[in-house]
């Protein structure tokens, strides 16, 4: 079945530092790559998506690059904030009537 | 994208006790799914809410546990019955739209003493 790994965390960065978030996926098909964001205390909230190889997803600094040849679509952010300090989450899925898989997670600790 | 309401927003709760859950959507929506994120844990899908007929449930998930309803495409329940310490959970209700993502509620914080 389909399945989604992510580094493990926390990440600990300092202000304005380089992130990366490794994602991987295994499929059947061609599915949808997303990042999901949830900070503390809240719910799930979609930063970016893509849905074919090559495509580029982007929103507030984040990127990822839907990767077929590797199955990834890492997370990255060139100068991270104390506000993007969150918990991560890789999915991915298709436009059908299923449910989207989620990888593990991976928690960001930015200090000022 | 579609504004999702969920009540209530967190309970503490007597074991052996059960509680309903409920997700409003702002509009209506052909696919609903719940989700539990246990602490410090991701997402796992418990059922996908099918309006007008019986939820279907993902593996190790039963409906005599966490009966759900759907009577239209706006509105759905779900309730976990009996519940014990191992029940602490955020629920999370979901939608999906056509373009293949999915959009959130804030979640039911639960807590089972």
């Known amino acids: 079945g389909d399945s989604v790994t992510q580094m493990e965390g926390p990440v600990t960065l300092s202000e304005e530092a380089f992130l990366t978030i490794n994602c991987t996926y295994t499929?059947?098909?061609?599915?949808?790559l997303f990042w999901y964001v949830q900070y503390p205390g809240e719910g799930l909230q979609l930063l970016l998506k893509?849905?074919?190889?090559?495509d580029k997803g982007s929103n507030k600094g984040f990127e990822a690059t839907y990767r077929k040849e590797t199955t990834s679509f890492h997370l990255e952010k060139g100068s991270v904030q104390v506000s993007d300090s969150a918990v991560y989450f890789c999915a991915l899925g298709d436009t059908g009537r299923r449910a989207l898989t989620f990888g593990s997670g991976t928690r960001l600790q930015v200090q000022p | 994208s579609a504004v999702i309401s969920q009540k209530p927003s967190r309970d503490i709760c007597q074991r052996g006790t059960s509680l309903t859950i409920q997700c409003q959507v702002d509009?209506?929506?052909?696919?609903m799914f719940w989700y539990r994120q246990q602490p410090g844990q991701s997402l796992t899908l418990i059922a996908t809410?099918?309006?007008?007929?019986?939820?279907?449930?993902e593996s190790g998930f039963v409906i005599d546990k966490f009966p759900i309803s759907r009577p239209n495409l706006t509105f759905s329940t779900l309730t976990v019955s009996n519940m014990s310490p191992e029940d602490s959970s955020i629920y999370l209700c979901s939608v999906k739209e056509v373009a293949g993502e999915l959009f959130f509620g804030e979640g039911s914080r639960l807590t089972v003493l």
């Open positions: 809410a099918n309006q007008g007929s019986e939820a279907t449930y």
């Open positions: 509009s209506q929506v052909t696919m």
């Open positions: 893509a849905t074919k190889a090559d």
């Open positions: 499929a059947t098909g061609y599915p949808s």
